[in-house]
């Protein structure tokens, strides 16, 4: 008696299922919720969780610490074309420029020779981390790279950020910040309607104005915010060698306003680990509350 060779539809059942399991292993935690002194056991390498009402800091880890920040840097770039006025209606082509920017980033769906409304540039670029966007939008309120460079680290003075530079426009060569200040980018982010609104976007559909239509559809990279676990109000990922996995992510927690800047995760899932486990020591009261700022630890 021969066996019959398994189903096509069987087989995808089967990889369907493998790869369920796979994906419950890689979010199941890998680290122990609490520190022996019942503190949120944050992983990633610098990280504070401020109130956004009071503006007192909940927890901090390492938070002055000088690192590189990757793509959560373009909520740099959002602030400043929407200081400078961007005409969210108009049209601007992606160009070879914006290719040779973002080489070395992850693959990139704005094809050069097509343009788009620069609102949508500003969801590709805040929604999926999309690299030719940063310099599409920089040229659209009349900033060369070399300008866009310069005017961002003029803009992050202005906000009163000394650590904060930077030397390319999508974040892939160099931006660094610290926690500390990549939470003051957050809270000036969500304090404009339009930009918060994006970041709090679980995905979205564009559309190339010319030479002809295409569509395009992107999903957002922030895990807690398509999870759903907890209110989220907008944030940012990024990720570069050099960098880590980063989070900058605001949310409702346990009656609060907060927002997290968690910086340098080793692991892709680990920055949303430390966000959850962030999550329910506020939830549960934040014990030694006291002990969780600079210089009590």
């Known amino acids: 008696m021969t066996r019959r060779a398994p189903t096509a539809l069987a087989a995808r059942l089967a990889a369907a299922l493998a790869f369920a399991a796979a994906a ?8 122990p919720p609490r520190t022996p002194d019942n503190l949120p056991n944050v992983q990633s390498a610098s ?25 959560t ?27 040779d920017l973002s080489r070395g980033g992850a693959r990139t ?29 920089g040229r659209a309120v009349g900033l060369d790279p070399p300008q866009l460079i310069a005017a961002l680290t003029a803009y992050a003075r202005d906000l009163g950020l000394r650590h904060t530079e930077f030397t390319d426009p999508p974040g892939l060569r160099g931006n660094v910040s610290t926690a500390r200040e ?10 404009d309607d339009v930009i918060a609104g994006i970041l709090r976007t679980p995905h979205v559909e564009i559309a190339s104005t010319r030479p002809r239509r295409r569509t395009i ?3 957002n990279t922030n895990r807690s915010l398509i999870s759903r676990r907890y209110r989220v109000l907008g944030g940012k990922t990024g990720y570069t060698d050099a960098a880590g996995y980063c989070l900058i992510i605001a949310a409702e927690i346990g009656g609060r306003r907060v ?24 939830e549960d009261g934040m014990p030694n509350a006291s002990r969780a700022v600079a210089g009590t630890r």
């Open 109 to 137: 769906h704005l094809p050069v020779g097509y343009a788009f409304r620069n609102l949508d540039l500003l969801r590709a670029m805040l929604i999926a981390s999309d690299n030719r966007a940063p310099s599409a939008l």
């Open 259 to 282: 927002a997290m800047a968690l910086l340098g995760s080793a692991g892709k899932l680990t920055r949303y680990g430390d966000f959850n486990r962030i999550a329910g020591w506020i």
């Open 24 to 31: 419950r292993a890689a979010a199941a935690p890998a680290f």
């Open 73 to 99: 840097g373009k909520v740099f770039v959002a602030l400043l074309v929407r200081q400078r006025h961007i005409d969210l209606d108009a049209e601007t082509e992606i160009t070879a420029v914006d290719r």
């Open 182 to 191: 990549m939470v003051t980018a957050l809270r000036a982010a969500l304090a």
């Open 217 to 219: 559809r992107y999903r």
């Open 47 to 71: 990280a504070i969780v401020v109130d956004l009402d009071t503006g007192d800091v909940l927890y901090e880890k390492n938070a002055d610490e000088v690192r590189p920040i990757a793509s």
